[in-house]
Structures are given as C-alpha cells and as structure tokens.
C-alpha cells in the first residue's frame, strides 16, 4: 500500500536523524499510532514537506547553536503535539519549509556570534565580492559619436555597441565601408 510506504518514509526519516548519545527517540518499528499520526498530516502535506520538517526539526535538536528547551520527542510526539495557545495548529508545522525560521531557535550566544562575524571587517577567507567594471551610459556612448554616424548605425541594423563603447572610429569607418560595398 502507498500509505505505509509513505508512513514508513517518514518514519525512517526520523530514525536516520538520531545520533549516538543525543537522546533522539528512534522507533523499532511503525506501530497502529505512527501509522495514525502520520496518515492525518498526509491529508494535507506530502512525504517530502514532512521529511523537511523533520531535518529542520533535528537541526534545532541537535545543533550547539540553538535552543531546544521541550524535553525529548518522538515520532509520535513530534506529530502530535500542538500549541496551547491554538489548540487548533500542530507544533511541528513551525518546522516545516515555509514556516521555519532558524533566528528563532538560536541561542542567544549564537545570536551576538553572528551579528559579530556579519560587522567584522573582511578577510582573506571572507572576501568582499568583486567591484563591477564601470560600464558608460547609454548617453555617455551616444555623446561620443555625432547623430548623423549613429542613424546610419541604427539603419544598417548592424549597430556594435562594442565599437561605440572602445570608441575606435577606425573600426567604425571600416565597418561602414564593408557595408556599403556589400
């Protein structure tokens, strides 16, 4: 059935996040409660959203620079919970792609780490992005060449903005030459 196919998806998903001695509540097996927890959310969200949720969720659990201050879930519990407040709204929607925002799961330590590093001048191994070269504007190519030379560029449909912008009248008078012998 592609039902359990995609419960156990999911629940394998959620196994593969454990890691030794982090406390993640792994599942030996997909029990009738997973099966239900998991077949109510795929009314609505598909595997990969659920899969999502679950790494962004392991992310926060695991990562040193954020807060996790609910004791341990699993599967279960992750799928189940939802917020006092709105009885209506699961916890773990908070987790999924479009919901997700990391600023508020990070430990206040990471927070002034990374309003430091993002003020701290640049180095070699966070380089500024290379300048652009300056381009002219269109006005400054026009003004470089009389009216009467660019309409006869403009009516041979062969202008070359790269002659205008090296301004190599030479190039130009050639260009004109060959066209007109053609």
Known sequence: MPIIKDCQSVLDKWNSQARPKSGWKTHRELKYDLIVAITGHLKYWDVEDMCDAIDNYAMVFHGRDYTWTYRKWGLNEFLTRRIP?????????????????????LSEGAKKRRIRLAREPLTALNPAPPEPPPTKSLD?????Y???ELRELWNRSRFDVELIKKKRPEMAEKFRKN????
């Open 179 to 182: 066209r007109r012998a053609k």
């Open 146 to 148: 009389s009216e009467e």
């Open 85 to 105: 407040d709105d009885k209506t709204r699961y916890r773990w929607w908070r987790f999924l792609p479009n919901n997700f925002v990391e600023g508020e799961w």
């Open 140 to 144: 400054e190519i026009y003004a470089d």
